[in-house]
């Protein structure tokens, strides 16, 4: 069985299993890193969906409320 999906943690993502908004020169990748921000109470009931935080190496197209790190 798969490791329980914890918030805070980092995870490789199916890129068709994440919804952006439409961005037509975005090129989908094979997977994408993603941060879990839901909170481990809704993962603890079964929740279907889990919100996450994209990252990205692509710092072009960042916006002031993004956080280069």
Not at 14 to 38: K, Q
Not at 60 to 67: E, F, L, P, Q, S
């Amino acid at each position: 069985a798969p490791p329980p999906i914890r918030q805070g943690h980092f995870y490789w993502v199916d890129d068709e299993a994440i919804f952006f908004p439409e961005e037509p020169e975005r090129e989908p990748h094979p997977t994408r890193g993603c941060i879990v921000i839901e909170g481990d109470e809704s993962l603890r009931h079964g929740a279907a969906r889990v919100l996450v935080v994209p990252t990205s190496t692509d710092v072009a197209r960042k916006d002031v409320y993004d956080v280069i790190i």
